[in-house]
């Protein structure tokens, strides 16, 4: 039997970006505003790794050959993912509710005025 997937704004996602923002917050050698942009830092870090991923799966450097596959591209785009949300949840408690806002104004401002 198969677990269901997580619902993108569903509270168990919520729930899950909370209680990593709260381990991570448990354990830092670094707080405050030094802490803040350590935390925004591994955002890049995070997108650095897909872009390895990539070349890798694509077998871009020839003296490596290929060295991932685009599991391993989609494994390393959901940790982007899971870090942005640490993050937003860093910088507000109401994360849930700012990205959910954000969205609907980049999807109206997308989709909502069609061009023709």
């Known amino acids: 039997m198969s677990e269901q997937p997580q619902s993108l704004d569903g509270p168990d996602l919520w729930q ?7 381990w991570l917050e448990a354990d830092q050698p670094y707080d ?8 925004m830092l591994k955002l890049q ?19 490596k050959g290929t060295t991932h596959t685009w599991d391993d591209v989609q494994a390393e785009l959901c940790d982007v993912v899971i870090t942005a949300l640490v993050a ?16 609907a104004q980049v999807t109206e401002r997308s989709l909502g005025a069609r061009r023709g």
């Open 45 to 63: 870090e995070e997108v650095g790794e897909v872009a390895q991923a990539v070349i890798g799966a694509t077998g871009q450097n020839p003296r």
């Open 32 to 39: 405050g505003q030094e802490g803040l942009f350590l935390r």
């Open 16 to 22: 899950s970006v909370s209680r990593l923002h709260a």
């Open 88 to 103: 937003l949840r860093t910088l507000t408690p109401d994360a849930r509710a700012v990205f959910a806002g954000h969205l």
